[in-house]
């Protein structure tokens, strides 16, 4: 396992806990172990392995695109992409079984035939996603990691969207937003120096007309008035170079 994946995220679930970075402890509801199995139709909690290749067998139509989040949270963004977008497979990656309940709660309450999520570490997703098996990826306000000494544990540090592309099929894409400034304009960079082709970019989403399904956070910042920025990024080609697009 290369150091930066170590330095990540990690769900033992065994022990029930969440490590994050140096050894941080997450409080758990123990009421949700249970809880949480209500909704099997919408969750894989275990077993990822299995599904390596098979992520859109999972569905009631597997001809459908097949659409992943990274971080799904408590599901307000993958329930209403679901609902928007009937013509896509969704599925949401979390590591805390805490906030993933929520989310396959959502799921279960509008019965979205469209949907899953599935707790799991990321870091790891080459582990149960197949080269060339997903149509587009979603990052959405993933945790910035400011200090410099920590950029490779930003989920747009360049090792990762190497991995991204080897999941991806060939034009797949990544949607990403942050309320980050700072993460926002390294992203861009990490992006163009990675060959990725960049379009409809945006440093402030929501004065714009561009369709939009907001995340819990989305509605907490952009509450405050803080400015939402978003790309959209196409994997890149063998030998291509890097073409910028236009920004909104």
């Not at 390596?52 to 992409?81: A, N, Q, V």
């Not at 599935?118 to 996603?129: Q, T």
């Not at 509605?219 to 030998?239: M, W």
Request: some cysteine; hydrophobic content about 35%; glycine content about 6%.
């Amino acid at each position: 396992m290369s150091t930066d994946i170590e330095q990540m995220m990690y769900y033992n679930s065994k022990d029930k806990i969440v490590i994050k970075g140096d050894s941080m402890r997450l409080r758990r509801k123990p009421w949700i172990d249970e809880a949480i199995l209500e909704y099997n139709t919408y969750t894989v909690l275990e077993n990822h392995e299995v599904f390596k290749g098979k992520w859109r067998e999972s569905f009631e139509d597997p001809s459908k695109p097949l659409y992943m989040e990274l971080g799904t949270g408590k599901g307000k963004f993958i329930s209403g992409m679901c609902e928007v977008h009937p013509e896509a497979n969704f599925v949401g990656f979390e590591v805390q079984i805490g906030v993933l309940y929520y989310a396959a709660q959502k799921l279960y309450e509008q019965k979205a035939n469209n949907g899953k999520v599935s707790l799991f570490d990321i870091a790891g997703i080459e582990e149960v996603v197949a080269p060339g098996e997903v149509d587009r990826f979603y990052i959405n306000f993933c945790d910035p990691w400011p200090k410099a000494k920590h950029a490779k544990r930003r989920l747009t540090y360049h090792t990762f969207l190497d991995r991204y592309a080897r999941l991806l099929k060939d034009d797949g894409e990544i949607h990403f937003k942050t309320d980050n400034e700072g993460l926002f304009m390294f992203s861009l960079e990490e992006f163009k120096n990675s060959g990725w082709t960049l379009k409809n970019v945006s440093y402030d989403l929501h004065r714009t007309d561009m369709p939009n399904v907001r995340t819990e956070y989305e509605e907490k910042f952009s509450a405050k008035g803080q400015p939402i920025f978003r790309l959209e990024a196409i994997k890149p080609a063998k030998g291509s170079d890097t073409t910028d697009a236009g920004e909104k």
